[in-house]
């Protein structure tokens, strides 16, 4: 997606620190991650951000172009899917309400 600037990554901070203290997927799972920094695009960016950073430039690139998306992982963590009997069945329901809501 389009990297963000340094006054969106500091919005999104606010948002994802907010979301993670609530378990909104995804990354909820990531909020105890080591405080690893990345320097991209002149920005500072937290690693336990990374998987809201994806999901927004997701719904960003969804919206500028009004369209649907299909997005392939490996990712296995619970806070990306809804499991029943430790089968994956589909993505959060959460993810899929906000996408569709956009």
Do not use: C, H
């Not at 991650?33 to 960003?60: A, C, H, P, T």
């Amino acid at each position: 997606g389009e990297p963000y600037n340094e006054e969106q990554m500091k919005k999104l901070e606010k948002e994802a620190d907010k979301r993670l203290n609530m378990e909104i997927p995804p990354g909820y799972k990531d909020f105890n991650k080591k405080n690893g920094l990345k320097f991209y695009n002149g920005v500072i960016i937290q690693n336990k951000y990374g998987d809201l950073i994806l999901w927004k430039q997701l719904l960003d690139f969804a919206v500028r172009n009004d369209t649907n998306i299909i997005f392939l992982t490996d990712e296995q963590k619970e806070d990306w899917w809804y499991k029943l009997k430790n089968k994956i069945i589909g993505p959060k329901v959460e993810l899929l309400n906000e996408f569709t809501s956009l």
